[in-house]
């Protein structure tokens, strides 16, 4: 998930490829400079797999988000996700 953080967000060449690097670029950009900053996640299935990294994971983003509201420039994440298929029972159906 992180390599396809840095592929995606075009990550500088000093990206060390772990968690405390991806706080260290996610809280630079002085590569994409902005007025804000908003990043979609898809396919965070795999992540979300793991609890243990996904929760790791989303205290990096928290601390990201936390230290650009200090500096008042907006930065959201979204993560994408498939809505679960709506099952219908047939025999619920009225005629």
């Given at each position: 998930?992180?390599?396809?953080?840095?592929?995606?967000?075009?990550?500088?060449?000093?990206?060390?490829?772990?968690?405390?690097?991806l706080h260290d670029c996610l809280t630079d950009f002085s590569w994409r400079p902005a007025p804000?900053?908003?990043?979609?996640?898809?396919?965070?299935?795999?992540?979300?797999?793991?609890?243990?990294?996904?929760?790791?994971f989303n205290e990096v983003l928290v601390s990201v988000i936390e230290w650009w509201q200090e500096r008042n420039v907006p930065f959201r994440v979204f993560y994408l996700?498939?809505?679960?298929?709506?099952r219908r029972d047939p025999s619920s159906a009225k005629s």
């Open positions: 998930f992180i390599k396809a953080l840095k592929r995606d967000l075009d990550f500088p060449d000093w990206f060390g490829g772990n968690l405390d690097a804000g900053y908003v990043i979609t996640l898809d396919g965070s299935e795999t992540l979300r797999a793991n609890p243990t990294s996904f929760a790791i996700h498939d809505a679960p298929a709506i």
